[in-house]
Nanobody
């Protein structure tokens, strides 16, 4: 019943922009901390950005100033605006919803982002 569905990935040139979206269903969205992770070929999964249920944002250093995470509790969505994209941003990006109480953690299927000329 719980679903997280990412969209918005694709091929973009270096310096370009993409906006990823994640639509959640089957959870009480407002109580979940939301995050975007990514996994590049041959690398470990990396936490990219988080936004808590209270709206506090955090980013990994490599994307600070370029990426913005946001959430819309009325629409049960979380987004990742990605600007000034670099080839090293190429990865599969995953949406995550996490709650400590009640306990729960859920993942989307991922969406491919490729930054290449």
């Amino acid at each position: 019943q719980v679903q997280l569905v990412e969209s918005g990935g694709g091929l973009v040139q270096p310096g370009g922009s993409l906006r990823l979206s994640c639509a959640a269903s089957g959870i009480t969205f407002r109580i979940y901390d939301m995050a975007w992770y990514r996994r590049a070929p041959g690398k470990q999964r990396e936490l990219v950005a988080t936004i808590t249920r209270r709206g506090t944002r955090n980013y990994t250093d490599s994307v600070k100033g370029r990426f913005t995470i946001s959430r819309d509790n009325a629409k049960n969505t979380v987004s990742l605006q990605m600007n000034s994209l670099k080839p090293e941003d190429t990865a599969v990006y995953y949406c995550n919803a996490d709650s400590d109480y009640p306990r729960g953690s859920y993942w989307g299927q991922g969406t491919q982002v490729t930054v290449s000329s």
